[in-house]
């Protein structure tokens, strides 16, 4: 069964840079762009990354994605304490006819 | 700007149907997909499929087939899920997103309707 795997959990001071993985296989991010979005409980998921590594607009260039292999990152430079929550990667999957995938979350913690 | 409004909150008992509304406004509801994604408890989002809003073209998830049917009304520029068959692990927040077309993204999302399942 594919499945996107993440930390679940991250943490860093205000200014940090933190990093958060993305790790899945050949029928996932293997072949496919990862979407990266915020998500704060009660509040609706915002997208932060596309396409792997293009930000929409109005998103702070704080926020970046890459991706290589069957993984992927998102990276928060300049770590602010508003950036606290919880980050999915998502990424299409050939398995089962075709299914969107996300990954488990990691919660950030802005110490 | 782009709005997902989506219906209110609802408790069915097991064995019931629940349909949740989706009333998009600030883009052309026909040129995008509408999917829709699940998130219980302590849970990962699960997708559950997509629905042009343009024509009849969707798509569901494996796991949903047989139980889950997307609809539009275009006039009302509003999009709907409903899954029957209700059973307590149907208990979780159901979100709709907006799907760009030619894309993977999913970029608008709605604040999302709890469901909660109990006999």
């Known amino acids: 069964q594919s499945v996107l795997t993440q930390p679940p959990s991250a943490s860093g001071t205000p200014g940090q840079r933190v990093t958060i993985s993305c790790s899945g296989s050949?029928?996932?991010?293997?072949?496919?762009?990862v979407n990266w979005y915020q998500h704060l409980p009660g509040t609706a998921p915002k997208l932060l990354i596309y396409?792997?590594?293009q930000r929409p607009s109005g998103v702070p260039d704080r926020f970046s994605g890459s991706k290589s292999g069957t993984s992927a990152s998102l990276a928060i430079s300049g770590l602010q304490s508003e950036d606290e929550a919880d980050y999915y990667c998502?990424?299409?999957?050939?398995?089962?006819?075709?299914?969107?995938?996300f990954g488990g979350g990691t919660k950030l913690t802005v110490l | 700007q782009v709005h997902l409004v989506q219906s209110g909150a609802e408790v069915k008992k097991p064995g019931a149907s629940v349909k949740i509304s989706c009333k998009a406004s600030g883009y052309s509801f026909t040129n995008y997909a509408i999917h829709w994604v699940r998130q219980a408890p302590g849970q990962r989002p699960e997708w559950m499929g997509w629905m042009f809003a343009g024509n009849d073209d969707r798509k569901y998830s494996q796991k949903f087939q047989g139980r889950v049917t997307m609809t539009r009304d275009t006039s009302a520029t509003t999009a709907y899920m409903e899954l029957s068959s209700l059973r307590s692990e149907d208990t979780a927040v159901y979100y709709c997103?907006?799907?760009?077309?030619?894309?993977?993204?999913?970029?608008?999302w709605g604040l999302g309707t709890l469901v909660t399942v109990s006999s």
């Open positions: 050949s029928s996932n991010i293997g072949s496919h762009y």
């Open positions: 997103a907006r799907n760009p077309p030619r894309t993977q993204t999913l970029d608008s």
């Open positions: 998502a990424a299409w999957d050939d398995s089962l006819n075709g299914q969107l995938l």
């Open positions: 396409s792997s590594i």
